[in-house]
């Protein structure tokens, strides 16, 4: 597997072609994993290019990044201008977003608050899992692998070093056939999947955790909830057992790769009747009208690329 090179990539401040984006050896956030970033996308609305909640996602990108005391020395308005930028001179109507903010050289002494050094990369990624998957639903595993404790690296923040354990989970679910982990969190609660969040529904509503349970607070799981509720269907957040995914009608996961995609399965028992339920469906094609800007009422939650609509086309 490798990345189709895009044009240009922003780094600290500056455009720089592909082959030129590098970070040095020494750089503290290689040896360490001391990161943070977020994955966004851009979809292709009717007037242009527009990304999805990119306010909540600088928002958890600048919160990810206090706990860590990694001083972004750029404003998020400064950044959000340098996102779109790198997406129009790479010329995409729709992309995966991933800017990263990571401690540079200075010292590898564990103590030592390097330089901060910040990478705005954008490619073409269409859903992690395929348009098979988001109508069928996935088979999914229950991994050996406990999603850490809050108490341990806080769950709530995006940091690069948090994803071993996902890497972990998915490779081991991977060499057993299955599409993705599923973590438990220390108390044998449901935690989340490697890379998204959970919902479950039962009789009509839907539930799904909070941080109380180990997970990030995804952006995709908070516009869910809302979308939900919007159309009329109960939403509770409490802690989830393994019994009720089992025994749940309906299950999907959410998250920015793999935006809603059902669960048809875990370790080989069907999830309801074993394929995509009707609410899953009512929620996803709601969230697909919403981020095409069909939605007038959500349109709140599109940042365009260009500044007036129809500037693609003239510039
Ligand atoms: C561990 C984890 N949980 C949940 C999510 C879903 O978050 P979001 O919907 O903001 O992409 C992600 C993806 O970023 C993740 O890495």
């Known amino acids: ?21 590098k970070i040095h050896s020494s750089a503290f956030g290689l040896h360490y994993g001391a990161g943070v970033f977020e994955g966004i996308r851009c979809y292709e609305a009717a007037d242009g ?5 990119l306010k909540e996602h600088m928002d958890r990108l600048y919160a990810s990044a206090a706990v ?3 001083n972004i020395p750029f404003t998020p308005e400064e950044l959000n201008e340098a996102i779109c930028e790198t997406i129009r001179r ?3 109507k729709s992309c ?8 540079d050289s200075g010292s590898l002494g564990i103590r030592s608050v390097c330089p901060v050094g910040i990478n705005i990369l954008t490619w073409e990624w269409p859903n992690d899992f395929g348009a098979e998957k988001l109508a069928k639903g996935m088979r999914v595993t229950v991994s050996p692998y406990k999603k850490f404790h809050s108490s341990m690296i806080p769950t709530t923040a995006k ?3 948090n994803y071993l354990n996902s890497i972990l989970a998915v490779r081991e679910a991977a060499s057993r056939g299955y599409d993705e982990a599923i973590l438990l969190d220390v108390n044998g609660n449901l935690a989340e999947g490697a890379v998204e969040n959970i919902f479950l529904i039962k009789d009509g509503r839907l539930l799904t955790n909070d941080q109380n349970s180990s997970i990030l607070l995804g952006i995709t799981r908070a516009s869910v909830i809302q979308i939900a509720r919007d159309l009329g269907y109960e939403v509770e957040i409490r802690s989830l057992k393994l019994d009720e995914l089992l025994n749940a009608d309906e299950a999907f996961l959410t998250g920015t790769a793999i935006e809603i995609t059902p669960i048809r399965e875990v370790d080989g028992r069907a999830i309801g009747n074993g394929a995509r339920g009707p609410i899953t469906e ?3 094609k709601t969230f697909f009208d919403i981020v095409a800007g069909r939605k007038e009422e959500y349109r709140h939650w599109l940042h365009p690329v260009w ?3 129809g500037a693609r086309k003239a510039a």
């Open 282 to 284: 009512t929620i996803q």
């Open 96 to 103: 995966y977003i991933r800017p990263t903010a990571y401690f």
């Open 49 to 53: 290019p527009a990304i999805f909640r």
């Open 159 to 161: 940091a690069t070093g």
């Open 1 to 21: 597997m490798s990345f189709e090179k895009t044009r240009w990539v922003w780094q600290d401040g500056e455009f720089l072609r592909w082959d030129e984006a």
């Open 307 to 309: 500044k007036q609509a």
């Open 68 to 70: 860590y005391q990694l």
């Open 90 to 92: 790479n010329d995409f």
